[in-house]
């Protein structure tokens, strides 16, 4: 067992808890998907892509140097 009195252990714990909250949201989320039809599905996969590409999408093309 870890002795949680040692520095960096509640930054360790907070993290583990971001990655467990992530992973529920995206169990929850195929829960729904399940329910889907294929154009529910289809018009899901459209959005997702859009909002990957707003959110990470700059990141990439900006750091081509020419």
Do not use: H
């Not at 294929?38 to 018009?43: A, F, K, L, M, Y």
């Amino acid at each position: 067992m870890t002795d949680q009195t040692r520095w960096g252990i509640d930054q360790v714990q907070v993290r583990n808890k971001a990655v467990k909250y992530q992973r529920n949201l995206v169990s929850r989320a195929m829960d729904q998907v399940v329910k889907m039809d294929e154009s529910g599905i289809t018009d899901l996969m459209i959005q997702i892509e859009a909002e990957y590409e707003r959110k990470y999408g700059e990141n990439v093309s900006n750091k081509v140097v020419l």
